[in-house]
């Protein structure tokens, strides 16, 4: 099955800064790459996604890279403020079969003022 | 439009008890999914529906572990009997179409504790 591999699992950059956390997958089947955003207490949220037929995806701050002859994916977040401290995930899925969305362990980043 | 909904949102029983959780998924959202999160990790499925039938619980441990879906909307998570490792988030999600449609909506989880 799907084995997805996050890094790191934390995070600590200044205000104004660039954060990116890594991802990597096992499935070459796998079409479909999310990211959530889950703050402390609070439920997981999608922040961006990409598909297999696309290299890169931007909305505003946020973008995410694929590469899928090394099966890894990448989030960027530019500009980073405070409110964008939370825990991160990237999850990866394939419709070649009966599997699921299989999330990483997370990345907590911290955005220091 | 209302978010998925969920009860408990905490709860604590002893080893060996039984526990039910309660979710209701936002409105004409087909796929519904039921996920435990440990402390610490990502969300791991237990089980996904699609309207009231079955379409993944590989991951489920069904020993001690039961979901059902009647009627393709509300859907309920049982724990029977309950181990000290099942302490966790238990979150339900629900989308529009499968999992690689597009967004799952989660909904505020509960949490369980287990002693």
């Known amino acids: 099955g799907e084995n997805v591999e996050q890094h790191p699992s934390t995070l600590s950059v200044q205000e104004g800064d660039s954060a990116v956390i890594k991802c990597t997958y096992s499935d070459s089947a796998s079409n479909y790459f999310p990211w959530y955003k889950q703050e402390l207490g609070k439920r997981p949220q999608l922040i961006i996604d990409?598909?297999?037929?696309?290299g890169e995806k931007k909305d505003q701050r946020i973008a995410v890279t694929l590469n899928k002859t090394a099966k890894h994916f990448s989030l960027h977040i530019t500009e980073t403020q405070p409110e964008d401290s939370a825990v991160y995930f990237c999850a990866a899925y394939s419709n070649s079969g009966n599997t699921p969305l299989v999330f990483g362990k997370g990345t907590r980043l911290s955005v220091i003022a | 439009e209302a978010g998925v909904a969920q009860s408990p949102r905490y709860k604590i029983i002893e080893k060996r008890q039984s526990v039910a959780f309660w979710c209701n998924p936002i409105?004409?959202?087909?796929?519904l999914y039921w996920y435990q999160q440990i402390l610490g990790q990502g969300p791991k499925l237990l089980i996904q529906f699609q309207n009231n039938g079955v379409v993944d619980d590989s991951q489920l441990p069904k020993d001690r572990f039961s979901a059902e879906r009647l009627k393709g909307v509300d859907s309920t998570l049982k724990i029977q009997p309950a181990k000290l490792e099942d302490s966790a988030v238990y979150l339900c999600?629900?989308?529009?179409?499968?999992?690689?449609?597009?967004?799952?909506?989660f909904g505020p989880g509960t949490r369980l504790t287990v002693t």
């Open positions: 409105s004409g959202h087909a796929t």
């Open positions: 999600a629900s989308s529009l179409v499968g999992p690689g449609g597009g967004e799952q909506y």
């Open positions: 990409i598909r297999s037929n696309v």
